[in-house]
């Protein structure tokens, strides 16, 4: 399936556009497309919205989708020590197991209103495992971009370097990265590629200077976990007598298409030196409660000029792909921290979550909501399919402080409603669950 190439609409809803929520409106889109937002024309045809409020899709910008079959992995342990676990379940990991969880940790994001996903996927010599991945995305037929993971130096401790036993020659992971873009240039437009780096640690300063040529040559982002703990600077500075920030400037790995993940203990100092190369941050509220690691400091990023996107991280971290959860928790965390109830209200959360890291990774703009010429990726939120939400006081605060995906009815992708009535139409859920549950049968 592929991408609407007919018009179509969301006809009669309320939708969230310029920043305010407007009554009775159509929403057109040709060739996946918005093409014009007006008032209610009544015959026009198209999908349904009279009672629904419809905002753009969520991006979540920062996922790893092979995790969603280790939920609950080292519960209770600090970062270092959760990796390992992580990592042997990444080893172990076969294409059919990739496939399902890539699926239906795509699908479970879909269903909480996410339509973009930026897939970190950890290093793996196996084209197998990529294609199954990719295989998985394109029958979800969610939109993504797909991060290729790399790295060229090799340690098994995984504090100044990676696992050895998932490295591979960085000319040979570019390659096959050229590989998946072709591929993906065949299909229906929603998957663009990137590049995945774990950390810091796991480049050589030679390593960056290839990933950065190779990713600026084809217009790619660069996504890499930084400064989560203190780890990265405390390994690069034993290394390389540089905090992990300085590092990265002195290697020339900081430019406009890098997301920097998590930056949990980023300083001011660090925030203005991304700000000042147009790097973009991944705000991952949930995984970091979980893992102990930390409230990133959100606020003064956004005062020092960086762009900030939501991320849910990975389901061994997070143990969802609900965006609605980190929305509320985003914002929640940062009350809670500064002592402030007036941080991060609904309107500034919803353009984190929409659209606040989209420059870094090649999107359009969908800051204030639905806007022409941007990708018909939309969400039709019904507040009544759950009494706990209601009444609604105000959409926006709504979504904020009680949003679940039950509200969820449809997801469109690039114009094709990929999710009606909070069910998947391209792929058999009940088949799903039980392929799932088939892999450790009780």
């Given at each position: 399936m592929t991408a609407s190439t007919t018009p179509g609409a969301v006809v009669d809803a309320t939708v969230y556009t310029g920043g305010a929520w407007v009554p009775h409106q159509d929403i057109l889109f040709v060739d996946g497309t918005v093409s014009e937002i007006r008032d209610h024309v009544p015959g026009t045809s198209g999908i349904d919205g009279s009672g629904a409020h419809v905002v753009p899709g969520f991006v979540n910008t920062h996922t790893h989708l092979q995790q969603t079959l280790m939920r609950g992995v080292g519960e209770g342990l600090p970062l270092l020590t959760w990796l390992l676990s992580v990592a042997e379940d990444t080893v172990a990991l076969t294409p059919e197991q990739a496939y399902l969880a890539a699926a239906s940790g795509a699908l479970e994001a879909l269903r909480s209103g996410t339509t973009t996903l930026v897939e970190h996927m950890w290093p793996s010599p196996s084209a197998e495992l990529h294609d199954a991945v990719m295989r998985a995305l394109e029958d979800v037929g969610v939109r993504v971009v797909f991060g290729r993971g790399v790295t060229d130096r090799v340690d098994a401790t995984r504090k100044w370097g990676s696992d050895p036993r998932l490295v591979q020659p960085l000319d040979e992971a570019l390659a096959h990265t050229d590989e998946l873009a072709a591929r993906a240039a065949k299909g229906d437009g929603r998957i663009s590629m990137a590049l995945a780096v774990p950390n810091p640690r796991c480049l050589t300063p030679e390593g960056m200077a290839a990933v950065r040529a190779f990713a600026e040559a084809r217009d790619m982002t660069v996504s890499i976990h930084l400064l989560e703990t203190t780890t990265d600077d405390d390994m690069c500075r034993a290394h390389t007598g540089l905090g992990a920030v300085d590092f990265l400037e002195a290697s020339g790995f900081l430019w406009d298409r890098l997301l920097a993940v998590h930056?949990?203990?980023?300083?001011?100092?660090?925030?203005?030196?991304?700000?000042?190369?147009?790097?973009?941050?991944?705000?991952?509220?949930?995984?970091?409660?979980?893992?102990?690691?930390?409230?990133?400091?959100?606020?003064?990023?956004?005062?020092?000029?960086?762009?900030?996107?939501?991320?849910?991280?990975?389901?061994?971290?997070?143990?969802?792909?609900?965006?609605?959860?980190?929305?509320?928790?985003?914002?929640?965390?940062?009350?809670?921290?500064?002592r402030r109830a007036d941080l991060l209200p609904a309107a500034e959360m919803l353009d984190i979550a929409f659209s606040g890291a989209n420059r870094v990774l090649g999107l359009p703009d969908s800051s204030g909501g639905v806007a022409l010429g941007a990708p018909a990726d939309l969400t039709l939120v019904r507040f009544p399919r759950d009494f706990a939400v209601l009444p609604v006081r105000d959409p926006s605060a709504s979504l904020l402080t009680t949003g679940t995906p039950r509200l969820v009815d449809t997801v469109l992708v690039g114009g094709e409603a990929v999710i009606v009535d909070g069910r998947s139409t391209r792929l058999d859920e009940a088949d799903l669950a039980a392929r799932i549950l088939a892999l450790n049968p009780s």
């Open positions: 930056c949990v203990e980023l300083s001011p100092e660090g925030m203005a030196k991304l700000a000042a190369r147009g790097v973009a941050v991944s705000y991952n509220p949930v995984s970091n409660m979980r893992l102990g690691s930390g409230v990133a400091p959100v606020p003064a990023m956004l005062a020092a000029g960086l762009g900030v996107g939501l991320g849910v991280d990975g389901a061994a971290s997070n143990d969802t792909q609900d965006m609605l959860e980190s929305l509320r928790m985003g914002s929640y965390v940062q009350r809670a921290f500064h």
